[in-house]
C-alpha cells in the first residue's frame, strides 16, 4: 500500500537553531500534504496546507515565517522550524493525498509516522 | 465551524469484546476519516467514508448522513487494539481535517 515517511523521527535541538523534517510519499504523487501538530494528550491541531509548486497555506495562528513549507516535488514536503524555542517542543505528523482537489477520486490520505522535536 | 465530538473519552475492555466508538459532527461534510494513533504516535488510516458502511478485517465503520454521526465497532478485541482511536471530517474542496480529541482504547487479555 501507499506509504509516507517522515525524517528524522526524533530530534534534539538547542534553542535558536533551525530543523528541517522531511516528508515523502513512496510510492504515489501527492499533490497536496498537510502538517499537523500534536501537544501532550492533546488533538491533532493542522497547521498548514502545502501544495506542490505553490505557496503553503497556513491556519489561522501559525506563524508562516516560523513554520517554513516548502513543496518543491511531487513526493516530497518539508517543514522547517526556524529559530526553534523550547515552547515549539512538539510531535509534528505530516499526511499525504493523491487525487486532484475538490474530488473523492484518488483522495485516500496516508500518515507519515511523525516527528518529536525537543527544544532545550 | 464544525465540531466534531466522541464519545467515550476513555474506554476499558477485555479481550474479545466487542467495542463500539461514536462519533458525531454538527456540519454537512463530504467524508469521515477514522484513524488509529499507537502510543508511538503513527498514525494510521483506518476508514474514509462518506455513506453507508465499511469493514476491513475486524474493524468496521458505519455512518448516518441524516444524523451526522458515524460509529467504529470492533469486533473480538485484542490487546494489540489498545490504541488512541480518532475521527476526522474533511470536505473534497480542500481535504482539511478536523479532527474529534480521540478515544483512548485499553484492552486487557
Known amino acids: 500500500g501507499a506509504v509516507v515517511s517522515q525524517h528524522p523521527s526524533w530530534v534534539i535541538c538547542k534553542s535558536g537553531t533551525s530543523v528541517k523534517i522531511e516528508c515523502r510519499s513512496l510510492d504515489f504523487q501527492a499533490t497536496t500534504m498537510f502538517w499537523y501538530r500534536q501537544f501532550p494528550k492533546q488533538s491533532l491541531m493542522l497547521m498548514a496546507t502545502s501544495n506542490e509548486g505553490s505557496k503553503a497555506t497556513y491556519e489561522q495562528g501559525v506563524e508562516k515565517d516560523k513554520f517554513l513549507i516548502n513543496h518543491a516535488s511531487l513526493t516530497l514536503s518539508t517543514l522547517t522550524v526556524t529559530s526553534a524555542h523550547p515552547e515549539d517542543s512538539s510531535f509534528y505528523i505530516c499526511?499525504?493525498?493523491?487525487?486532484?482537489?475538490?474530488?473523492?477520486?484518488?483522495?485516500?490520505?496516508?500518515f507519515g509516522e511523525g516527528s518529536r522535536l525537543t527544544v532545550l | 465551524k464544525n465540531e466534531v465530538e466522541q464519545s467515550p473519552q476513555n474506554l476499558t475492555a477485555q479481550e474479545g469484546e466487542f467495542i463500539t466508538i461514536n462519533c458525531s459532527y454538527s456540519v454537512g461534510i463530504s467524508a469521515l476519516h477514522w484513524l488509529q494513533q499507537h502510543p508511538g504516535g503513527g498514525i494510521v488510516s483506518l476508514f474514509m467514508l462518506s455513506s453507508g458502511k465499511k469493514k476491513h478485517g475486524r474493524l468496521i465503520a458505519t455512518i448516518n448522513i441524516q444524523e451526522k454521526h458515524s460509529s467504529l465497532h470492533i469486533t473480538a478485541s485484542h490487546p494489540r487494539d489498545s490504541a488512541v482511536y480518532i475521527c476526522a471530517t474533511s470536505f473534497y474542496s480542500n481535504y482539511k481535517l478536523t479532527f474529534g480529541k480521540g478515544t483512548l482504547l485499553t484492552v486487557n487479555p
Open positions: 499526511s499525504a493525498r493523491d487525487g486532484p482537489p475538490g474530488t473523492s477520486e484518488g483522495g485516500e490520505l496516508f
